[in-house]
């Protein structure tokens, strides 16, 4: 696994007292980096698979995704070791869950780990885990394996959010925006972590869908520290978090649906999301909106952290809030640089959208407020009303 560090500058902003602030960020990654173009042709070597049209559609998919690079925990290695994984309907969910649950525990540690060191405490100062993942199962959770992997306090309160898929992050945060408010003091770790072997299957003509997966998924981790009441000498609150919610619309359960299976997990997007996103994201929005006194319609005053699914949902809210380009660009170079890696995204969003505001800041503009918001099975809205306190 690897790791990347972040430079985050201090805050120039003052949190309101008792609001949970983010403290920190942190991301990390397996090895194995994916170049866009070089996909198609080792996915297919990978799987012995030889059908041209099927490999003309990935190819068309991975033009259209944006995505440039991503990181994965597939590699030749695994599947020299577990060829089945490459086989059509074999019994394999112990063979991947053996490979995610070990993976996701140490890409989550060492994503917390940089998370910790950028916040500048002791680790001895976290009294909550809050752990999101989409990629494992087992008994006791991945909760326990990283608090130990970390070496917490057992006394660390802990909790799982498990297959939330996309919108996991945002509801990780909501969860440790609300710990820390109702405890003062508290220093709440929020840690993610993802992999696409849960779900890795060869091309089907069967299953076409799931070349989309193939051109957008990837793997990694992120973290977060949450807290309340900054310290002033020795924390730097980058985002304060001042309302959350969560929506879901009613029967919409089945455009996003999963399941867990002898084979690993499969999915089908339903092609009418991004159009279902688009209809309901106004709404939602202007039920944040008005605890910021930004008036409907405003939506540029705002700086949008929005977990990119898919470049068609970015361009969809684009379209439909009439948000000028650069409002979107920490989505778009998160999805470029990342893919969408499920519930770890918004941690790559965030940073970016640090440094995005210094080149507002260098214009002399003001994004004080904004939105972070994701997506996910349900179909299920998340988001956060927040104040970027780094410009």
Request: one cysteine or more; charged letters at 25%; glycine letters at 8%.
């Amino acid at each position: 696994m690897g790791s990347e560090e972040t430079v985050q500058s201090g805050s120039s902003k003052k949190a309101n007292p008792g609001k949970a602030t983010i403290l920190a960020l942190g991301k990390a990654f397996p090895h194995q980096l994916v170049m866009q173009e070089f996909l198609v042709d080792g996915y297919f070597k990978n799987t012995n698979c030889d059908n041209p049209d099927l490999k003309q559609k990935l190819a068309r998919l991975c033009k259209t995704t944006t995505v440039k690079t991503r990181y994965v925990v597939m590699s030749e290695e695994i599947l020299q070791k577990y060829p089945e994984l490459a086989a059509e309907g074999l019994p394999t969910v112990k063979q991947r869950l053996d490979i995610c649950n070990d993976a996701v525990t140490q890409m989550a540690i060492e994503a917390s780990q940089i998370c910790i060191k950028n916040w500048g405490r002791s680790m001895s100062d976290i009294t909550h885990l809050v752990y999101v993942s989409s990629s494992e199962a087992r008994l006791p959770g991945g909760d326990l394996y990283l608090a130990r992997g970390l070496g917490l306090n057992p006394e660390t309160q802990r909790i799982m959010l498990y297959f939330m898929g996309c919108s996991g992050g945002v509801a990780g945060l909501r969860v440790a925006k609300d710990i820390a408010e109702n405890n003062p003091g508290s220093r709440v770790l929020l840690a993610t972590s993802e992999t696409t072997i849960i779900g890795f299957k060869p091309p089907s003509i069967d299953r076409p869908y799931d070349l989309v997966g193939v051109a957008l998924f990837g793997d990694g981790a992120g973290a977060m520290i949450i807290g309340t009441d900054p310290v002033s000498y020795s924390e730097r609150p980058l985002f304060e978090l001042h309302t959350a919610i969560q929506n879901f619309l009613p029967e919409t359960e089945k455009i996003i649906d999963g399941k867990l299976t002898e084979e690993g997990i499969s999915f089908k997007l339903a092609r009418e999301l991004p159009h279902i996103i688009e209809d309901n994201v106004e709404g939602f929005c202007h039920k944040l909106m008005r605890n910021a006194g930004v008036a409907e319609k405003e939506y540029n005053k705002l700086f949008w952290a929005v977990h990119p699914g898919g470049p068609a949902i970015l361009n969809r809210i684009e379209k439909r809030l009439d948000l000028l380009p650069e409002k979107l660009n920490a989505s778009r170079r998160a999805l470029m640089d990342y893919g969408n890696a499920s519930s770890n995204t918004i941690v790559y969003v965030l940073e970016y959208m640090i440094e995005e505001s210094f080149k507002i800041k260098e214009k002399n503009e003001n994004c004080e407020w904004g939105l972070i918001l994701a997506f996910g099975p349900g179909i299920t809205f998340e988001g956060i009303l927040a104040r970027n306190l780094t410009v």
